[in-house]
Structures are given as structure tokens and as C-alpha cells.
């Protein structure tokens, strides 16, 4: 299980979809143009949209441990 | 690492160096930089998404592949107030009002009230001559005049996100484009609407 996974701050998000295209695994997509949705399961906190928004309203955030 | 998929519509950011170099021959084409507003409202008003923003906005192509590509941004955090609301919306209203004074000028060359300024005005504030870009056309002066009035506004516009580009992240501009945010309110009215 990866440990870190992406975070959007969505009062932040402006909804410019940088961070969806440069996702390397397509686990973002702009939700009906109001902000960033980051499809949980398929993220692996690489930071790559991190690094991307001009917003700085992505963070990358520690996983909650799950009992597996 | 692997290759993203590149449609047709990753390569617009030719066409906002196309719009330029157009317009810098003849200002007559300034006029198809309405497509960038129109196409962005359309995409909002009729689809609730920011699709045009997210997939097909050659400006902020062009300042990723300058920014990013070429590197010539440094890449750092924007101060938070350049993406915050009330600057985001404060500049919409400034961009809105710089807007309808060019339209205002424009009708005043339409109703002769003033003459055709073969110039463009960069920042609001410094004027060039332009005029090697308009001399006879089959149209009424008053289409030239809104022609070199959208000319520098969408120079202008491209400037400031250069200097934030260079001086910030990427797309930077992006954060607080009158167009980006119009459209992402018109967005947020309709999800609004439809959860109700």
C-alpha cells in the first residue's frame, strides 16, 4: 500500500486542470469544472500535480493506515 | 516514464503564437481572439465544465511548454493572495472594466465621435504605433478600432502571464484569468443548481 496520496484543497482549486494532465496515471479528473477530484485508489502520492499547481492547493498527505 | 496520449487540440498553443503574428501584419485578425472567449462560456453555460481550460487553452499550453519545457520559470509558489477570491474576482471586475471602456471606444469611432488610433495600448498605460497593421480594408474604421482594442488586451493579458510564468509556476496565470474564473463561477452556479 503506498503511503502518501494526493490532497486538494478545493476553496483553493481553481479548476485549471494542469494537475489532471500531468497525473502519469489519469487519477484526476476536474469535477464539473468547480474543482480537482483525485480518484483515491488509483493515486500513488507521486506529487507530480503537487509540483503543478499554481494554486498550491494540492498537498500531499499521509495515507490513513488500513488494516490489510 | 511514459508518454501521454497528445490529441489535436495539445497543439493550441501554435495558435496563440499565430494570433499574435497575425495580428502584428493585420489587425483585423484580433478579431478571431473572440473565439477564446466565446468557446470558454460555451463549454460552461451548456456543459458546466471547464473543458476549454483543461484541454484546449493555447495560452496556458504556450506557458506550460515555455515554463516547463523550455524552463523558464523558476517554478516557486505564487503568493497565496495572487489565487485567493477576492483577488481572483477583483481582477475580473478590473479585466470586465478595461473591457467595456474598449467598447466604449469603439463606439465612439462608430457614432464619429473620435477617429481611428492606429495604436496598441499595452499595460492600460503605454501606447505603441501599430500602424503598419491597418492601412485600407473594406470594412468601417470602428472594426479597426475594436481590432487594435482586443489586440492589446489579449497582449497584455499574455504578458502578465509571462511575468508570472517566469517569476512563479507555469500557469501561474491560470489562477487569476478573467476567463478562468468567469467560467469556474459559472460552473460552481450550475453544480449548485443541479444538487439542490
Redesign the interface.
Known amino acids: 500500500m503506498v503511503k502518501r496520496k494526493a490532497n486538494v484543497n478545493i476553496e483553493?482549486c481553481?479548476?485549471?486542470?494542469?494537475c489532471?494532465?500531468q497525473c502519469?496515471r489519469q487519477a484526476i479528473s476536474?469535477h464539473?469544472?468547480?474543482y480537482a477530484a483525485i480518484e483515491e485508489s488509483i493515486c500513488v502520492g507521486c506529487g507530480l500535480c503537487e509540483?503543478?499547481?499554481?494554486?498550491?492547493?494540492i498537498e500531499l498527505k499521509e495515507r490513513e493506515l488500513v488494516n490489510d | 516514464m511514459t508518454k501521454k496520449k497528445k490529441h489535436w487540440y495539445s497543439y493550441l498553443w501554435i495558435w496563440s503564437i499565430v494570433y499574435f503574428s497575425l495580428g502584428f501584419f493585420n489587425i483585423l485578425f484580433a478579431w478571431l481572439g473572440l473565439i477564446d472567449f466565446i468557446l470558454p462560456l460555451i463549454f460552461a453555460i451548456a456543459g458546466g465544465n471547464k473543458w476549454f481550460c483543461n484541454n484546449m487553452c493555447g495560452r496556458g499550453q504556450l506557458f506550460w511548454i515555455l515554463g516547463r519545457n523550455v524552463g523558464c520559470s523558476r517554478k516557486k509558489p505564487a503568493p497565496k493572495w495572487l489565487s485567493s477570491k477576492w483577488f481572483r474576482y477583483g481582477f475580473l471586475t478590473f479585466f470586465m472594466t478595461m473591457f467595456g471602456t474598449m467598447i466604449f471606444q469603439t463606439y465612439q469611432v462608430f457614432a464619429g465621435a473620435d477617429s481611428l488610433r492606429k495604436a496598441i495600448k499595452l499595460f492600460w498605460t503605454f501606447r505603441l504605433p501599430w500602424n503598419w497593421a491597418y492601412s485600407a480594408s473594406p470594412f468601417p474604421d470602428w472594426v479597426a478600432q475594436f481590432g487594435f482594442g482586443f489586440y492589446s488586451l489579449m497582449l497584455t493579458s499574455t504578458l502578465i502571464g509571462l511575468i508570472v510564468m517566469v517569476l512563479y509556476r507555469e500557469r501561474t496565470w491560470c489562477t487569476f484569468c478573467p476567463m478562468g474564473t468567469m467560467t469556474q463561477g459559472i460552473c460552481k452556479i450550475k453544480e449548485k443548481g443541479a444538487s439542490k
Open positions: 483553493r481553481v479548476a485549471c486542470g494542469v489532471a494532465l502519469p476536474i464539473r469544472g468547480c509540483r503543478a499547481c499554481p494554486a498550491s492547493a
